[in-house]
């Protein structure tokens, strides 16, 4: 079990951003959400694409003023000591922000120069990373030339340079295969131990805040959905078991006739072919799907019996919301 975090280093209340659309009307991305960060603890903040995440850590990162609340770093206000709160922090970002005319070595080296760091220290830390991150044959090329997989390992090599107090992961493993995804989580859950880095992650990879996370807020259209431990979230299932099957179609009758079954708690359609049963008692709920499936002669292409993970968490938190965009 990971130790318990206490110390406060970042909080958040009422933080609030709103646009004007293309069209006039005001949409708002991020809606008064209120939460602290722990120093030293792995924060997982996971949301559907269009939720306002990358808003949120733009905010939080000093890059984008809020159109309301106030964000305290160490109990100073990031509004009126924005520098100091810069100098904390490190980022990989969504989109590429390489200075694409230098090269990878240079892009490390600036970047280490920038945060304070000596030449020398810059200079070796920025080749032990590159040589970490596979990147040490295209350490002299410029970033220009780089595949997207490729930019995104030196986006994170650079990000933890200077060894920050809190990292802003924004879906960082996107694009990265199995091999270099484990070297990433290798250097933060260093970072995270010896440093007491605190870690701010968005991801859709719902495995890594199952394995790494202190704690997750799930977040829909501007607002938290709930806070929590894993284990926290998954008492707001209905179930510790569900039954996930795909057909070749679903309708509203279907979900109907599956919310009536006995022990059947409750139902989440997750796309056109597939719906989420939470069961009370499993097994005999999914012998009675197997036989309405037969019964109205509907083509069941899988259905699976699992316990309950935060995919599945994210699913019923979010999924209406989704649905009614």
Not at 243 to 267: C, M, T
Not at 282 to 299: A, H, P, Y
Request: glycine share 6%; proline share 3%; net charge neutral.
């Amino acid at each position: 079990m990971r130790e318990k975090k206490t110390e406060t280093i970042l909080e958040v209340r009422d933080l609030k951003k709103m646009y004007m659309k293309n069209d006039g009307k005001p949409h708002t991305a991020v809606n008064g959400i209120s939460f602290d960060l722990m120093k030293g603890e792995i924060f997982s903040f996971l949301g559907p694409n269009g939720a306002g995440k990358s808003t949120t850590i733009n905010m939080l990162t000093a890059q984008l003023t809020p159109t309301d609340g106030e964000i305290l770093f160490q109990g100073k206000s990031l509004k009126d000591n924005p520098t100091f709160a810069k100098s904390k922090v490190g980022v990989v970002a969504q989109h590429n922000n390489l200075d694409r005319g230098l090269t990878a070595r240079e892009n490390m080296i600036y970047h280490g120069r920038y945060f304070g760091m000596t030449e020398a220290d810059a200079t070796q830390k920025a080749d032990e990373l590159l040589e970490s991150f596979g990147l040490t044959d295209w350490k002299n090329d410029y970033v220009k030339s780089f595949s997207g997989g490729m930019a995104q390992r030196l986006k994170i090599a650079r990000a933890i340079m200077h060894q920050p107090e809190i990292l802003f992961l924004d879906e960082p493993t996107t694009g990265l295969d199995p091999a270099y995804r484990e070297i990433l989580w290798q250097h933060v859950l260093r970072l995270n131990k010896e440093h007491k880095t605190t870690v701010f992650l968005t991801t859709h990879y719902m495995e890594e805040p199952e394995r790494f996370s202190d704690r997750v807020a799930i977040y829909n259209k501007g607002a938290i959905k709930a806070l929590g431990t894993v284990e926290d979230l998954r008492k707001m299932v209905p179930s510790q078991t569900i039954i996930s099957i795909v057909l070749d179609a679903i309708n509203d009758e279907v979900i109907k006739d599956v919310k009536l079954l006995s022990d059947v708690k409750d139902v989440k359609v997750k796309d056109e072919k597939t719906f989420i049963v939470y069961a009370e008692n499993s097994q005999k709920v999914l012998n009675e799907l197997l036989t309405l499936i037969d019964k109205k002669r509907l083509n069941l292409e899988s259905i699976n019996l699992s316990a309950t993970t935060l995919d599945d968490i994210f699913i019923h938190l979010t999924t209406n919301d989704i649905k009614n965009d």
